[in-house]
């Protein structure tokens, strides 16, 4: 259907995506940025492993609704996403030695959270605890386009509308398809740096996003004719 289809494409901002990945490599003042965030990231981790605590507690305030949103993505229950938010960043500060400063914090941060929140929801279905869903995604109107506050008021409904309904459909992906979905599309990760997170080669993950954009499509056109 073309109306799911394009609520998919634009929900999931593939050109803005592309434009960002080489922005890395060919646009002087992204690659200025990138760098002065990485910068920024290794003084601040050279500066806990030495013991400022204040330190590695910006990386924190940083990254934390990044991480909680990508934890919710996994476990789809805002409690369990809280705890496990929390067990990620203490587990990446006890094993802040074993990072490489040469690489991206984030990057690093987002697979820890990544391997938490798996094996939380692994445990609680290992004790046969449910696994309830959240009716609803916290961080939606984070996802919404900037652009929206220009919009007038029936363009934002009709907006927040479509979020809502790709918002619903992500969350009947299974946990790891829908992490790399997240990490892809709404954190604009390079499809190798979200395989890297989820513990994916590319190629799968290629095959994965690839499945995951005809599933959202599916959804969304069974969500209209319902």
Not at 20 to 28: M, Y
Request: glycine share 6%; hydrophobic share 40%.
């Amino acid at each position: 259907d073309a109306s799911a289809q394009g609520q998919a494409r634009r929900a999931m901002p593939e050109d803005r995506v592309a434009q960002r990945r080489g922005a890395k490599t060919g646009n002087p003042e992204q690659d200025a940025a990138l760098r002065a965030e990485h910068a920024w990231e290794t003084q601040r981790v050279k500066a806990a492993l030495a013991g400022d605590e204040s330190a590695f507690g910006g990386l924190v305030e940083k990254y934390s609704s990044q991480v909680f949103s990508l934890v919710y993505r996994i476990v789809r229950n805002r409690e369990d996403a809280e705890d496990l938010s929390q067990e990620a960043f203490v587990r990446a500060y006890r094993f802040l030695d074993r990072f490489t400063l040469s690489r991206s914090f984030r990057n690093w941060l987002y697979k820890v959270a990544t391997n938490v929140a798996l094996n939380g929801l692994r445990s609680r279905r290992r004790r046969g605890w449910p696994v309830s869903l959240d009716a609803d995604p916290p961080d939606r109107a984070a996802n919404l386009d900037p652009a929206a506050a220009d919009e007038d008021g029936r363009e934002r409904v009709a907006r927040g509308e479509t979020e809502d309904r790709v918002n619903k459909a992500l969350a009947q992906l299974p946990p790891r398809p829908a992490a790399l979905v997240h990490l892809h599309y709404r954190e604009e990760l390079s499809i190798a740096e979200a395989a890297a997170v989820v513990g994916m080669s590319e190629g799968a993950a290629r095959v994965a996003l690839c499945r995951a954009r005809g599933k959202l499509r599916e959804l969304l056109v069974e969500d209209e004719s319902s």
